[in-house]
């Protein structure tokens, strides 16, 4: 009877599950036990509050978990508290980003437990102006040019990523072609 109800309320929240395959939700659900260890406890909690993670691709959720687990170095209890998955992920990097870059967010390192970091919670929670009137100590207008900042960023590594591949040289100069050779010639002509 209390699982039928969690049920009824993750489809009330989200009715787009009723589309959804079973067998893609059973692999959502295994994606965030298996391969995120949640426990299932935590995995019931997460389907209770955020039922939409089910609709995530599957490579977008498990990436979403790596960066707050590895980048940020939040445990799986923190993420469930802060209902991690609410938030989009492109909105979570932008503001842990940001108050990395304002110092205001240290990465901790292996084995470290202790940090000074706001909590997750505080950082997926609040609305945007909160967050930058309490955490981020910022105006909106800042947070807004480093978003665009950031944005150019991560295009010009995408763009030096695929130049990278492009431009990989193998070290053999016979292999170049000629395009003055009798052959490009022909072709222009």
């Known amino acids: 009877m209390f699982q039928r109800c969690r049920l009824q309320r993750a489809l009330s929240r989200c009715p787009q599950l009723f589309h959804v395959p079973r067998k893609r939700l059973e692999a959502a659900g295994r994606l965030v036990r298996e391969r995120c ?6 995995l019931r909690e997460v389907l209770g509050t955020c039922p939409a993670v089910l609709l995530e691709e599957h490579r977008t959720l498990h990436h979403q978990f790596q960066y707050a687990y590895f980048r ?14 609410q938030m989009p992920f492109a909105e979570l990097r932008n503001r842990h980003i940001f108050l990395e870059r304002r110092g205001l967010y240290e990465t901790p390192h292996k084995g470290q437990t202790q940090t000074s970091n706001p909590k997750l919670k505080d ?9 930058l009137a309490s955490l981020a100590c910022s105006t909106p207008e800042e ?4 978003k665009k900042l950031l944005a150019r960023e991560d295009e010009e590594k ?13 070290g053999d100069d016979d292999d170049d072609d000629d395009f003055d050779s009798d052959e490009s010639k022909t072709a222009q002509e």
């Open 158 to 170: 995408e763009e030096e990523d695929v130049h990278a591949l492009y431009t990989e040289d193998d």
């Open 123 to 131: 950082i997926v929670q609040l609305s945007e102006k909160d967050f």
């Open 143 to 146: 947070y807004e040019v480093f």
């Open 72 to 85: 940020m170095g939040v445990r799986q209890k923190a993420m469930v508290d802060a209902r991690l998955f």
């Open 37 to 42: 260890l949640f426990t299932a406890g935590q």
